[in-house]
């Protein structure tokens, strides 16, 4: 019986103690005056604790916080339990100061100082009290991101100089800058070193900041031949700063290819057309590009466009690129262009260029006439090109493109000799009006100035990649502007359905034509693993024209990428 009544005793004992070492302590803390009290309340303080050791460790907080705001001089005059769970800690308060002067000594870039917002007209940094710890980490932060990763910022030598404002000078340690001293990749070993050097403008020897490179290597996704897999990482040793970046390569080859057919007006038959257009990107790992475009429409013509890029030429900011078109019309004639150009990318969106391009047409008809004839000609010409991206939508990967090209020189035919010069516009944008729904405008436009013109050599518009509803290059001018629109839905990541409303306005000075077209339609795209297939339905019409739609264009397209 003794022994059950002891378990029962110890038990009861084990179950009080715990209760009793369970217990919550509770802080009050207090200024010698009511004004002072409710300057300590406004810190607010946590007030609960399940041990001693954080009360106390709050009590030191709250020293430091008054610290922070401008009692420098506050000290914790009493410190006592008033019962078995409270305890009350007394805070003398004295002076608040309200700012510091800090003399940086030089110690620091002014650029940086100036970033602070509290640099006065005589270059001296007057810190507010409350401010001075978060502007001390963002100069240490800045000082870091300029190349000296662990530098350490002090505030020293702090003086009175009235009851409201302090002095105090900066110190810097460890003032040696860091430089990137070698680089390596991880996942894509083979990327182009000088699109590291020239299109990232990273490279070994260069001020090291993490920030300013993990800036700069986000332009990675705007690349359609390699992705980040992760940001930057660095290693530091005593003597070295190594970085690495992960990088994957992308398939960037895509194949392009469209079957179109529709009702020859004359024979009332269906006829075929469609072109191949095969682009080739990095496959070499130096970033070349290899461009071949061949199309056959329903007019009997055949295009034939090869284009050869090869950037930063010996690991300089110069690019080469190569064209050669040639484009025959049944019988009647065939116009050879041959065009190089250099260009210098400024950065991931913005290229410049300029090069010269060579034209060679030849009338292949038994007869002459005033129109078409043999010709020669050389222009020289600049280009610009702004590229922006949406990576994140593989439907519409491109959000505004805008490239344009103007150009002069002289064109000879039957030992006449004459001045031309010329202007290529090629923009569109698209509008997100949200994740679904967005508009798309594009406008293209191709104007010839020249005192004569021969109709080999005007420039030819119509079809899907112009003003669709009309038959492939079935249109010639020597002024011409294209608006496409489109209001696009998608019905998901993969899936879009899309209207067709486009307009032109055209002058053809050798048929003393002017006039307006229209084209309207539908269509929709399909993404799948095949690639994107698009569908359109289209029909065209002059301003004076009915609508037919024995005249509409059907036209299919398949791109994929490998």
Known sequence: ???????????????????????????????????????IDSLDYQKSFQDYRSLDTEVNSVKKKLTAIGYIESELSNFEKVSDSSYQATFNLKNKYKSIIVEHNGLVDMSILKLTGFLNNKEQLVIPMESVEITLQSINSEIANRGNPFSSLLLNNIKKID?????GSLSVSDPKSRTIDKLILKGYEKFPKSF????????????????????????????????????????????????????EKARSNTFDGFLGFGTNEVTNKIEFDGYLDLNLTNNLNYGESLKLLYKSDENDQQTFDLKLGAPYIFSSPIGIDLNLNIFKRDSSFVTVSQAAKISYQINSKHVVSAGINTVNSTDLLDITTASITDYKSNQYFINYTYTKRQNYDFLF???????????????????????????YLNTFKIFNLNDKNSIYARISSNYLVSDTYLENELPRFGGINSIRGFEENSLIANLYGVLNTEYRYKLNNSIYIHSVIDAAYFENQIANQKGKLFGFGFGFGLLSKAGLFRFNYTSGKTEDQKFRLSDSKIHLSLTTRF
Do not use: H
């Open 1 to 39: 019986m003794s022994r059950k009544i002891s378990a029962l005793l110890l038990l009861i004992y084990i179950l009080w103690s715990s209760e009793t070492f369970s217990q919550n302590l509770y802080l009050t803390c207090i200024g010698n005056s009511e004004k002072e009290t409710k300057t």
């Open 163 to 167: 009851n409201e404002t302090l002095s």
């Open 196 to 247: 590291i050097k020239r299109y990232l403008k990273i490279k070994t020897g260069q001020t090291f900041s993490l920030e300013t490179i993990k800036e700069k290597t986000t332009v990675l996704n705007d690349l359609v031949f390699a992705n980040q897999i992760k940001d930057p990482e660095v290693l530091f040793t005593q003597d070295s700063t190594i970085l690495y970046m992960y990088i």
């Open 397 to 423: 990967p491109v959000n505004f493109l805008f490239d344009i090209t103007t150009g002069f020189g002289n064109r000879t035919y039957q030992n006449i000799d004459e001045n031309q010069s010329k202007l």
